[in-house]
């Protein structure tokens, strides 16, 4: 069990700001919001990723910011097909302006899988969403962050898998608040080149997450990626946003949790 005994305060040095999911607490953890949040706050982190309006005081608490919300719908049931519009517009106009209420940038959007979809359909029913609500994102200054995953590993039949499909998205809803939330894990598997893409389509990523391949675990030297190298590439483009850890550790949670903050100050 993690031990939530007094640390020092931990500003960090580096030129990210960095967030952090539940996971990182380690799977079947026992702490609560406000023992993680007060955990992230003496580490010096700055954010808390997926996390939803009613729990946005006990982050206020400790100074961290709603750096990604959660959006509408279900992770394989949303956007890509007009029969989930009706239901899904609601539940993310209101994490719109719970958002900006909040000061909280991002809000997380999903594509939905594919059921049998083309690329071009459901590209284009995700389109006609974004642009009905859209308007409203940028009237209140929150940033909507369409999630690439994985199809091969995790989410098998999950259409928004490839960089450039996202990519286009954005470009097709034309706004400077659609983009990108880059997950480096998932577009590993599905793409690898990661470096480059990230420079190659800055403009459209707002947001990253991290985690070790394979596995998804810490990201030290037992995966594929130099995430230091990552990191400094990243912060080397001046990128202002959430860089947001999601993995979930094999070791003592707290020791991996110092090692990966340490990892990314850059």
Known sequence: MISAASLPA?????????????GVFGRGNKLSLDEMCREASR???????LVRPEEFPTLKKYGLTPSMVQGGGQLTDNINHRENHAAIEPQIRRAIDESAKAGA??????????????????MENCVTFLKKVIPQAEDKGVTLCLELLNS???????????????????????????KLL??????QIMEGDIIR??????????????????GRHEMDDTQEMNYRGIARAIADLGFQGFIAHEYTPLGDPLTSLDKTLELFDV
């Open 182 to 187: 880059y997950d480096i894990y998932h577009m």
């Open 105 to 122: 940038p991002n809000v997380i959007i999903l594509s939905g899988n594919r059921r049998g979809l083309s690329s071009e359909e459901g």
């Open 43 to 49: 580490r010096g982190v700055l954010g808390f990723d």
């Open 10 to 22: 931990a500003p960090r040095k580096g030129r990210l700001k960095q967030s952090l999911t539940r």
């Open 152 to 178: 091969k590993v995790n989410h098998p039949d999950y259409q928004c898998d490839h960089t450039a499909w996202g990519v286009e998205v954005c470009k097709r809803v034309g706004s400077p608040r659609m």
């Open 197 to 214: 893409t990230i420079r190659d389509n800055f403009q459209y990523l707002a947001h990253f997450h991290t985690a070790g391949n394979p």
